[in-house]
Structure formats: C-alpha cells, structure tokens
C-alpha cells in the first residue's frame, strides 16, 4: 500500500520525480517479496527440489502468492470497509496494529507448515531454506510489529531488506552466482527507499528501520537460531 501525501513537498503527479516513486513503490511492493523469493529460491537451487514435481512447486509459489498477498489484502479492504482503519494506505501506526496481527497470522501458518512438515503436508517443499526463508519473514514481522510501538516502520523496505538478506545468507546454497542478483537488489532496494522518502510516506530513520529489522530477521532465521540447535 502506498502512501501519497497531501504535504507539499511531494512532488505534482505530472513529474518524472512523482511517476518514478510511484513505480518502485507500487512493482517493488512489499507484499510481492516473499512469491519472488520463493519463485527464485526455486529456479536457482534446483538440485534441492529435483524430487519434486514441476506442478508441485508451482502449487506452493501460488499458495505463497495467496496467503502472502491476496489474503492481507483483502483483509485490509474488510477492515477499512468495516471503519476499522482510517485508510487502505495504513498511514498511521494505529491503524497498522491490526493489519500486522492478521499478516502475521498468514505468515505464522506458512511458517510452521514449513518448519513442522508431516506425511499429509505436500502444500509446502520440506527444505531448510525454504522453511527458514519463510520464518525469517515471519520474525521480521514480529520486530517490526513491536517496533510499530515507537515509529512506523517502512514495510517496503521490511521487504527490500528481507530479499537482500535472503540473499546474502544463502548465497553458499546456490548453484548459481548471485553476484548480479544481489548487485540488482541493492540498486532496488536503494530506489525503493528513495521513492517513500520523495513520497513523504516515511522518514530516513523509518527507512533504515524496516531495512535493518529484516536483515536482523534473516540473520536469526539462518545463522543464529540454526547455531543454538533450534529449527536446525
């Protein structure tokens, strides 16, 4: 959700400056992280699903896109609609406070499928990657949910630092060089955090916030955690 302010130092929606913020922050929304990450997880460590089939693991980028994307959605929609929240945009941080409670419930469900496989469980790959890709996502929504308390933390770049993180700390994992990938992402990212700074939807310290939160997140999930023998 994006956030076009009525203050006067957003730029007038005819200028190039306004169009390009827009862009990076409607593609590079932070919903449309976790369906990336698994879509390229998938396509550049192929020899970690090699067992599974094709129709498999497009099945769960679809149940991924839809619990991660479609189903907050449309929970945001229903709380507006019910008065619930004040805009679509969640412009304050009161009206964040539910939202996160829902997102984190669809991130926790995914979570644990992926964390607590079982004989019956086929919706999910059992891979430690994926598994810990999806926890560190769901921790990085706890901290931010908690740091929502003193400063309304940037989801996009929640987002954007949750892809690099995903990528530094599972580079050693890949077939392939990540080198180019991650010199994108970073570019991305960068754009990304610009666009809500022009935008005035957030400040520089709400910028750097949300990206350090989902650094730390994705450090948890695959280093430290895994180091003190829990969810290795």
């Known amino acids: 959700m994006n956030v076009v302010s009525n203050n006067p130092d957003v730029p007038a929606r005819n200028t190039l400056k306004y169009w390009f913020a827009r862009f990076f922050s409607n593609v590079f929304h932070p919903f449309f992280m976790p369906t990336l990450s698994t879509i390229l997880l998938f396509l550049c460590f192929p020899y970690r699903f090699a067992e599974y089939p094709q129709k498999a693991l497009v099945l769960s980028v679809g149940l991924v896109f839809a619990i991660t994307v479609i189903y907050p959605v449309l929970a945001i929609v229903i709380m507006y609609k019910m008065n619930m929240i004040q805009n679509v945009n969640l412009r304050n941080r009161k009206d964040r406070i539910i939202p996160y409670v829902v997102t984190l419930t669809f991130y926790t469900w995914i979570c644990y499928m992926a964390l607590v496989p079982t004989n019956n469980n086929t919706l999910f790959p059992n891979d430690f990657i994926f598994s810990h890709m999806m926890l560190a996502m769901t921790l990085s929504i706890i901290i931010a949910f908690v740091a929502n308390n003193f ?3 940037s989801m996009h770049m929640l987002g954007q630092g949750g892809f690099i993180g995903f990528l530094l700390f599972t580079a050693k994992y890949a077939s392939y060089n990540f080198q180019w990938i991650f010199i994108i992402a970073l570019f991305v990212a960068g754009c990304v955090g610009s666009a809500r700074l022009i935008l005035k939807a ?11 939160i989902a650094i730390i997140a994705e450090y948890m999930a695959f280093v430290l ?5 829990i969810f290795s």
């Open 151 to 153: 400063l309304k933390v």
């Open 202 to 212: 957030h400040t520089l310290q709400e910028v750097i916030a949300g990206f350090s």
């Open 225 to 229: 955690l895994p180091s003190w023998g």
